[in-house]
């Protein structure tokens, strides 16, 4: 399909792995987001790519999240260490251009659970 | 301060009535946008309708229409003849600064669930 995909679309880790989560854009949109949805909650920004270019990590709660975008298409999300509230849906969200009225395309999401 | 609030944790409404969602927003932003999503159990964020906050009508998409209020800083979600797939969490977004170094990031409220019965 011609969405953003994410992958792996489920990841239970146990507490203190690392994982990886991966997502692919819409080809050829140049902003790519990254959010954290927690249960019952809505999303919260984690960070901002522009093409290769991470431009806003406000969002990353502490220095274990890791999000990289190393050719400007596809991006990963790097937690390490995992903790028990780390646990919730990470959603990957795309848009064609850099300007305040593109509509962001999201991702199905990947549900991690930290055990 | 919460930027978005939705006060309706979880809402019914009757197949084929009209139903309104709330939402209000905070922002001492001249330019903002409103946006409001769709997430069905699936757990993809379905874009329904966007309103900028100099646009002078309010927004409609099909079913879909935006009760936009700004001096009251409200935004709410209207559907009409609901159906039985709009059962769904519902988030109101807004997005804020229209600079040139703005990462445009959404903030969310916290949702309204419905559901619509048959």
């Known amino acids: 399909g011609a969405g953003v995909s994410q992958s792996p679309r489920y990841k239970v880790a146990k507490r203190g792995q690392d994982v990886a989560l991966r997502c692919d854009p819409i080809s050829g949109h140049v902003s790519l987001f990254w959010y954290q949805q927690a249960l019952g909650q809505g999303p919260e920004f984690l960070t901002y790519?522009?093409?290769?270019?991470?431009?806003?990590k406000s969002g990353l709660p502490s220095d274990r999240f890791f999000a990289e975008r190393p050719e400007g298409s596809v991006s990963t999300l790097k937690i390490q260490r995992t903790q028990q509230e780390d646990s919730a849906v990470y959603l990957c969200?795309?848009?064609f251009g850099t300007g305040a009225y593109n509509e962001q395309f999201f991702g199905p999401g990947t549900r991690l659970t930290v055990l | 301060a919460q930027k978005i609030t939705q006060t309706q944790p979880g809402m019914f409404v009757q197949e084929k009535e009209a139903v309104t969602l709330d939402c209000t927003y905070d922002t001492s932003d001249p330019s903002y946008g409103l946006f409001w999503y769709k997430q069905p159990s699936s757990g993809e964020m379905i874009f329904l309708i966007y309103?900028?906050?100099?646009?002078?009508q309010n927004a409609t998409e099909g079913r879909y229409s935006l009760n936009f209020q700004k001096a009251r800083k409200s935004a709410n979600l209207v559907i009409s003849a609901s159906q039985l797939g709009d059962s769904a969490m519902y988030f109101c977004a807004m997005r804020e600064g229209y600079r040139a170094d703005s990462s445009y990031k959404l903030i969310f409220g916290s949702g309204t669930r419905l559901l619509v019965r048959p």
């Open positions: 309103q900028g906050s100099y646009d002078q």
């Open positions: 969200a795309s848009s």
């Open positions: 790519f522009q093409n290769e270019a991470q431009l806003d």
